[in-house]
């Protein structure tokens, strides 16, 4: 009998570590997204900062 209980607790924190790298991956690949998303945004604001200091650029080369 104490056999079958301890092999039932194993099952169990079987489960729970199978749960625990579930989540962990899940929290990885969530924040994977998220910096993804930062680098992309970050990378549409500097072509549009780089688009208007060519523009700016191209003003005052042209009023010489």
Do not use: P, T, W
């Not at 993804?36 to 900062?49: D, G």
């Amino acid at each position: 009998r104490d056999f079958c209980l301890s092999r039932g607790l194993g099952d169990v924190y079987k489960r729970q570590l199978g749960f625990m790298v579930f989540f962990l991956l899940l929290k990885l690949v969530l924040q994977l997204f998220e910096l993804a998303f930062l680098i992309h945004y970050f990378l549409q604001f500097s072509f549009k900062i780089f688009l208007i200091n060519l523009l700016l650029s191209i003003v005052i080369i042209s009023k010489k």
